[in-house]
């Protein structure tokens, strides 16, 4: 019996020959590891950029979204346990396409852009990098949405093929990492850099939810490591919280708390800080940092006016607004 | 809130994918719970084999 060790994430599983890692889905056939869900995603659909959500990154553009089963996170609260939570032989729908299939199909549609989303596309890494090089070579975008619950040198390599990341900071705290999501804080930090050394776009989320990790004091901690380490202009996004899966106890999080997390970021010195999943909130708008214009207007994932110049600029001031414009 | 209405894969062009039943996939699907229940070899094209590990007899046999 040949034990593997799988290095792709931090969790580092040492998988006996006959079984799967802790997320399901990387396997370990006779002394050899292998990605089951390669080539079978089991979610394909068209979104908005703004889903991702991106809001920097080519605007109101479709996105050809894919997803096999598998995480390597287990938070309490995920949105697509039915997905995540599961190894590729316990789905009910498993599609095959193979990277080139991705491509054409994504090309078929009109999409620009191709995102590797839903669960964690950490877990179906090698398609992510077969599909992502097959789409750069036909003129298409590579987005990944991800926690960043990775190692620096697989992240590193995978960054060559990628144009865009939303990455999840799940909380600025690696107690809450340990006991909501089953990880920790520090690789996802190392990632939140290496994205931005590589010179992938990169937008942060943050969901805030009630009670555990709505606290001020930690949200400007974390807001100014964003500043400091990231920049001034990375966006970050705080979502709003529904109760889920196994974190049901919790109410939804109220306009307030979004609201003062939202202005705590940009006293720390965050230039474009939204509010996600609440339709309406002047959040969801894009404004000048120097002289307030409204830059980009949106209802949910829809744009209502896009006043930027074609560069990226503030018609009125000129400001440079860092982003893939177009 | 108002759902943004995603376009499922049922829109498109079905033909150029093979739904599987839960049944169908474990014949096909290189799961090590499969494997153990059944014992059938599962043949696998080397696109699946992953970029990061090693392995951990202290020899490295293979
Ligand atoms: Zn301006």
Redesign the pocket.
């Known amino acids: 019996m040949t034990e593997v060790a799988c290095e792709l994430c931090p969790r580092g599983c040492v998988i006996p020959e006959g079984g799967a890692g802790d997320c399901r889905v990387r396997v370990n056939i006779d002394g050899r590891l292998r990605a089951s869900t390669y080539g079978r995603p089991s979610a394909i659909h068209i979104d908005p950029m703004e889903k991702k959500p991106l809001y920097h990154f080519h605007p109101g553009s479709p996105v050809f979204s894919i997803a096999t089963a598998g995480c390597n996170l287990h938070c309490l609260n995920c949105q697509n346990w039915q997905l995540s939570q599961r190894g590729g032989e316990e789905m009910e729908k498993v599609y095959r396409a193979d990277p080139d299939q991705v491509v054409a199909l994504a090309r078929e549609q009109g999409c620009e852009s191709i995102a590797y989303t839903y669960s964690d596309p950490i877990v179906f890494y090698e398609y992510v990098e077969d599909t992502g090089r097959l789409a750069h070579e036909g003129g298409l975008n590579n987005v990944f949405v991800t926690a960043g619950y990775i190692n620096r040198e697989p992240l590193r390599r995978l960054c060559r093929v990628l144009d865009a990341s939303n990455t999840d900071l799940k909380a600025f705290d690696d107690r809450f990492y340990r006991e909501v999501n089953a990880g920790s804080l520090e690789p996802v930090l190392d990632a939140l850099v290496t994205f931005r050394e590589e010179g992938v776009w990169l937008e942060v989320t943050n969901l805030v939810i009630p009670t555990l990790n709505d606290d001020l004091v930690m949200i400007r901690r974390m807001a100014r490591w964003i500043r400091d380490e990231l920049g001034e202009g990375t966006p970050l996004h705080f979502s709003r919280f529904h109760p889920q899966y196994r974190m049901r106890n919790l109410p939804p999080t109220s306009g307030e708390t979004l609201d003062r997390a939202r202005q705590e970021a940009l006293d720390a010195g965050l230039q474009y800080v939204y509010v996600g999943n609440v339709l309406g909130h002047e959040g969801n708008n894009t404004y000048?940092?120097?002289?307030?214009?409204l830059?980009i207007g949106r209802i949910g994932f829809h744009i209502t006016e896009n006043n930027l110049t074609g560069d990226g600029?503030?018609?009125?001031?000129?400001?440079p607004v860092p982003g893939v414009w177009q | 809130m108002k759902r943004y209405p995603s376009i499922h894969i049922a829109a498109l062009d079905r033909r150029r994918f093979l739904g599987l039943s839960a049944a169908a996939l474990a014949s096909v699907l290189p799961a090590a719970r499969t494997l153990a229940r059944t014992g059938t070899p599962v043949t696998l094209s080397d696109r699946e084999a992953c970029f990061y590990h090693r392995l951990n007899a202290p020899e490295g046999k293979r």
Not at chain 1, 288 to 293: I, S
């Open positions: 000048c940092p120097v002289d307030g214009t830059l600029r503030c018609p009125s001031c000129g400001h």
